[in-house]
């Protein structure tokens, strides 16, 4: 399937997306061919506007992710902003004729913000769902992922398993993360036990801080514990403190967003039956974690 978006993103995507939309983007049809009757035809010479029909223009809809999160979300050895999500997203696009997608970059802790002020209209980054999100954001319906937090530490750290063995100690986690929530959600009933440390930084620098002992621990999904650390330097222990959908994330009471959801469930649906998500999955993520079980 042609895809519709460059890997320039920004500058080029829109140019080649338009190229690639096939008969729901091309040139309008052209006029009758002389063989074909046109009874009745008052259009005068030169003016096409009876011959020709333009098809409805495409919404261009801008998707906010980021660079930084391995196999999901990240900037290639060719400049090529690539992942997981993003080729899902692509994906998506390439079977919504309706939308445009054009990909916007940031930092993971702007792209909320960036929603809320419709600078994106939705947010592909591995976004798991939790109650303290649904108060403020529409999710679609159709998850994508699913997947299991737990702590992750040194590889010989043996005293960790749980969050209470983290009292006293550095956490590091994504601000507005999932598993940032987990820790404050904890800290909020145990008087802020645990030390929480803000990632500024990418997967190399969350090794390197727990490895060189700057923090003591970091919160994972499954998934993503080879792909941060692909040379095995850290472990998850414990039991998983959550488990959760993955899916995109929307602006609340938008008619227009909530239409742009109910497509995106569509396209999921048609992946998830050809096998297309799957094979993204253990593509890109080492393994298939579309489905719950």
């Excluded at 994504?174 to 929530?181: C, F, I, M, R």
Aim: charged letters at 25%.
């Amino acid at each position: 399937m042609t895809r519709k978006t460059s890997p320039t993103i920004l500058v080029l995507a829109l140019s080649f997306a338009l190229s690639a939309c096939g008969a729901n983007s091309g040139p309008a049809a052209a006029p009758s061919s002389p063989e074909a009757p046109a009874p009745n035809s008052a259009a005068a010479p030169g003016d096409q506007t009876g011959a020709e029909t333009s098809p409805e223009k495409a919404t261009k809809i801008i998707v906010g992710t980021g660079t930084q999160f391995p196999k999901v979300c990240f900037i290639d050895e060719n400049g090529k902003l690539t992942g997981f999500d993003v080729e899902l997203v692509r994906e998506i696009d390439n079977r919504l004729p309706q939308y445009e997608f054009e990909f916007q970059t940031q930092e993971f802790k702007s792209l909320l913000l960036s929603l809320e002020t419709k600078k994106i209209d939705f947010v592909a980054h591995e976004m798991e769902k939790n109650p303290e999100r649904e108060e403020k954001y529409l999710f679609n319906q159709e998850p994508y992922a699913h997947w299991r937090n737990k702590i992750v530490v040194a590889k010989d750290n043996d005293s960790v398993q749980s969050l209470d063995d983290l009292k006293g100690k550095k956490v590091l986690v994504g601000a507005t993360s999932a598993q940032a929530q987990i820790i404050e959600n904890y800290n909020k009933e145990n008087g802020n036990a645990i030390k929480v440390v803000y990632s500024n930084g990418g997967a190399n620098d969350t090794v390197d801080q727990i490895v060189t002992g700057r923090v003591d621990a970091t919160l994972a999904a499954d998934f993503a514990l080879s792909l941060i650390d692909p040379e095995g330097k850290l472990k998850a222990t414990g039991p998983a403190l959550s488990e959760a959908d993955i899916l995109f994330m929307f602006r609340k009471n938008d008619e227009e967003a909530q239409k742009l959801s109910d497509a995106i469930d569509g396209a999921i649906r048609e992946l998830k039956a050809d096998g297309t998500l799957g094979k993204l999955s253990t593509e890109w993520l080492g393994g298939d974690f579309t489905a719950e079980e």
